[in-house]
Nanobody, 124 residues
Framework: QVQLVESGGGLVQAGGSLRLSCAAS????????MGWFRQAPGKEREFVAG????????YYADSVKGRFTISRDNAKNTVYLQMTSLKPEDTAVYYC?????????????????WGQGTQVTVSS
């Protein structure tokens, strides 16, 4: 069992930056791939970024590539999402999720555990 708690969301102007954090409790954090997803009003939840067990492997949705960076600190049981050059279309509730899969995981159904979400609002 893994419990996930996101923090760091808020209101920011376009072009600004935010860093989201996701603190995990439970066993064996280092054996889970971690991902960030987002869901805007009226839209489906979409994959944003993922990171492998050790942090050596990272992958991104095309819409955020070059602007967002995912990282993890297994000693602190925490995964981060650094967001820069934010755009109004990045406005959404952001969720972190954990998957026991070792391979690249971009589908929500492959993630077993989810946080409650944190709101990110980017004003124009």
């Amino acid at each position: 069992q893994v419990q996930l708690v996101e923090s760091g969301g808020g209101l920011v102007q376009a072009g600004g930056s935010l860093r989201l954090s996701c603190a995990a409790s439970g066993r064996s954090f280092g054996t889970y791939s971690m991902g960030w997803f987002r869901q805007a009003p009226g839209k489906e939840r979409e994959f944003v970024a993922g990171i492998g067990w050790s942090g050596a492997s990272t992958y991104y949705a095309d819409s955020v590539k070059g602007r967002f960076t995912i990282s993890r600190d297994n000693a602190k049981n925490t995964v981060y999402l650094q967001m820069t050059s934010l755009k109004p279309e990045d406005t959404a509730v952001y969720y972190c999720a954990a998957s026991p899969s070792y391979s690249k995981v971009v589908v929500a159904a492959q993630y077993n555990y989810w946080g409650q979400g944190t709101q990110v609002t980017v004003s124009s």
